[in-house]
């Protein structure tokens, strides 16, 4: 919202043209930016607590840097899925920007604000195999970026399950857990049974032809027979990060 549309709805307020509650309703749904090939919701931190994060994928590199450069005029930014061409753009604008090459983020942190870390209870992200890790990192740099301390677990899938029991103070210390997995996709399960705590799994494509590039470990997951598993979709790190963060709020 910029500063003219806020001043016209507080003067209404303030002449009784609106109730405090209507005005309440109407800056959740107010402004955005049109640039044309894209409308920017600056409201989106208003609506759901955090500034509307940009997916890169599918976008051109000057897309990118001009929806980022928006939104950071007034709040931290995500960006996800770039490439490498699109991360050095950003970081050329944005040279304080913090770049993960194993995620395809880049962080772009807003000096005027407060810290990003609010949280207190922690996040553990695990991951089955190192080629999950790509995923994990995405939901691990997610809920950094929305405020929670993040643990990682990596490598420690049901190849060898003393991988996994060697870090049983880290899982049981851990408020949500992420869990992210390819080939059977069996390790949420596993953990879930482990702890009384949510586990958010993740499937993801890494696997051999019969995973269907992702969906065997996703069906697995769906099918998981310990309670309190919940699924996102296909290598969505990002979701199960902003998951995962609205339960620990």
């Known amino acids: 919202m910029d500063r003219n549309q806020l001043r016209t709805v507080?003067?209404?307020?303030?002449?009784?043209?609106?109730?405090?509650?209507?005005?309440?309703?109407?800056?959740?749904?107010?402004?955005?930016?049109?640039?044309?090939?894209?409308?920017?919701?600056?409201?989106?931190a208003l609506r759901r607590g955090f500034p509307e994060v940009v997916f890169g994928q599918g976008k051109t590199t000057e897309q990118i840097v001009d929806i980022v450069s928006s939104l950071a005029r007034q709040s931290h930014v995500l960006a996800t899925r770039l490439s490498a061409e699109a991360a050095a753009?950003?970081?050329?604008?944005?040279?304080?920007?913090?770049?993960?090459?194993?995620?395809?983020?880049?962080?772009?942190?807003?000096?005027?604000?407060?810290?990003?870390?609010?949280?207190?209870?922690?996040?553990?992200?695990?991951?089955?195999?190192?080629?999950?890790?790509?995923?994990?990192?995405?939901?691990?740099?997610?809920?950094e970026a929305l405020g929670n301390?993040?643990?990682?677990?990596?490598?420690?899938?049901?190849?060898?399950?003393?991988?996994?029991l060697d870090h049983r103070e880290g899982i049981d210390k851990a408020n949500v857990l992420i869990?992210?997995?390819?080939?059977?996709?069996?390790?949420?399960?596993?953990?879930?049974?482990?702890?009384?705590?949510?586990?958010?799994?993740v499937p993801t494509s890494v696997g051999y032809g019969a995973s269907f590039a992702g969906v065997a470990p996703l069906l697995t997951m769906l099918n998981a027979c310990s309670p309190g598993v919940v699924c996102v979709n296909i290598d969505n790190g990002?979701?199960?990060?902003?998951?995962?963060?609205l339960i620990n709020k």
């Open 179 to 201: 869990v992210v997995a390819g080939m059977d996709g069996v390790l949420p399960t596993v953990v879930s049974g482990l702890v009384n705590t949510p586990v958010v799994a």
């Open 10 to 44: 507080l003067t209404q307020v303030e002449q009784k043209e609106l109730s405090v509650e209507q005005a309440l309703a109407r800056m959740e749904n107010l402004p955005y930016e049109d640039l044309g090939f894209a409308k920017v919701d600056h409201h989106r």
């Open 149 to 164: 301390p993040v643990q990682r677990l990596y490598d420690v899938g049901v190849a060898g399950l003393h991988r996994l």
């Open 238 to 245: 990002f979701g199960a990060g902003y998951f995962a963060t």
């Open 89 to 143: 753009a950003i970081r050329e604008v944005f040279p304080h920007a913090q770049f993960n090459k194993l995620a395809r983020t880049v962080f772009v942190e807003h000096a005027d604000l407060a810290t990003k870390v609010k949280a207190t209870r922690e996040i553990l992200v695990c991951s089955a195999g190192t080629a999950d890790i790509p995923v994990a990192e995405e939901a691990a740099v997610t809920a």
